[in-house]
């Protein structure tokens, strides 16, 4: 079964850090862009960063840039989402996914609907 798992989220003080984790089940991760989004309760889902398929290229919402680093292991199947100086408004469910688009300007779906894990939570207190 072809699936995405995130997993790393949790509760965290502000200025504090967490390490998100997005494992591949199925397929090679390592042969798509990877897109990570945030959804804040009665908000609509965004995107934080992307990778490329190359690792060549990554990109960041203004929001995170210089905060958090999105990396991948090949060996492990698993992209990371690195997040330090964490804010309260970073709170939200961090998701996935492979089917992304990812370039120096953005990112592009390239498949409707896309494909995403349950989640993870992640909350920072004040």
């Known amino acids: 079964q072809v699936q995405l798992v995130e997993s790393g989220g949790g509760l965290v003080q502000a200025g504090g850090s967490l390490r998100l984790s997005c494992v591949g089940s199925?397929?090679?991760?390592?042969?798509?862009?990877i897109g990570w989004f945030r959804q804040a309760p009665g908000k609509e889902r965004k995107g934080v960063s992307c990778i490329s398929t190359t690792d060549t290229t990554t990109f960041y919402d203004d929001s995170v840039q210089g905060r958090f680093t999105i990396s991948r292991d090949i060996a492990k199947n698993t992209v990371y989402l690195q997040m330090n100086s964490l804010k309260p408004e970073d709170t939200a469910i961090y998701y996935c996914t492979a089917d992304v688009y990812c370039s120096t300007i953005g990112w592009a779906f390239i498949r409707h609907p896309a494909a995403w894990g349950q989640g993870t939570q992640v909350t920072v207190s004040s």
């Open positions: 199925g397929f090679t991760l390592d042969d798509y862009a």
